[in-house]
């Protein structure tokens, strides 16, 4: 298993990283897609749709991306569209996981698939705008989300339960607890400030999410970084309470060794248009 994980890991970054790095953006937009299509995919499989439905399900998620490329709104402030969706995704998000596992097989068919979708759409759109205000404003994001769940992991593991006697979400994730979320939140504080000073000492020409955001000052960095940490654990959350819901341990076998594409995006679902809205505060 662990030797199946690092090969397809090592994989995913020779794909991604020249894409990501490349001066043009059409690499990084197309692998991106696909990742996307391939979610959508994923969502409708795990939803009951069968081969041709799954399909049909990526192909609409591929052609709402599409069009939205076609129409040029990866170069176009999309401001409200960033606030809408940010908001949706809060109080969404916050509604199913005070409901619980058994309430998302109440919801109808046709809207859960449509809202995968949505939420896959959307975060295409963000990481393509987020990549085109730079490298280094797209790392700082999904940074963020990785060291969020890094401390999260080694925090849980050292601290769990030693100060609560309660787990986070135990019908929907019984492995995690506040004390690892607490950790978590620890780790991004420190990721933004080091990310400042680097910025800072380097001369950074293009601002990172970190340096962007202290511009309203100190007290918006500290809450902006904590409420991203904070939805990338609901993001985690929203699809463990799906799959628990629906009976899947994955979201699929795509990957070998890490699951399916939804497995390893999920906290980035939220946490993508969230940066998006919370940049636009700052820089119209």
Known sequence: M??????????????????????????FSVVVLVLMTAGAWEWGRMHGLGQAGASALGAACLLLCGLSWYLGWL????????LIGGSLWVLVAAALLR???GAWGRVPLALRLAGGVLALWLAWLAVLQAHRMGVNFLLSVLLLVWVADIFAYFAGRAFGLKFTRNKLAPSISPGKSWEGVWGGMAGVL???????????QLGATLPSF???LLRQGLWFLVLAVVFMGAMSVVGDLVESLVKRSVGVKDSSALLPGHG??????????PTLPLAMMLSSFVNP
Do not use: C, H, M, N
Request: glycine fraction near 4%.
């Open 2 to 27: 662990l030797k199946q994980r690092v090969i397809t890991a090592l994989v995913l970054l020779a794909i991604l990283l020249p894409a990501l790095f490349y001066p043009d953006p059409l690499p």
């Open 75 to 82: 170069e176009q402030p999309l401001t409200r569209l960033w």
């Open 99 to 101: 409901a619980g596992v």
């Open 190 to 200: 420190v990721l933004a400030a080091v990310w400042v000073l680097a910025d800072r």
């Open 210 to 212: 970190y340096s962007l």
């Open 260 to 269: 399916g594409v939804l497995d390893r995006i999920d906290a980035l679902l």
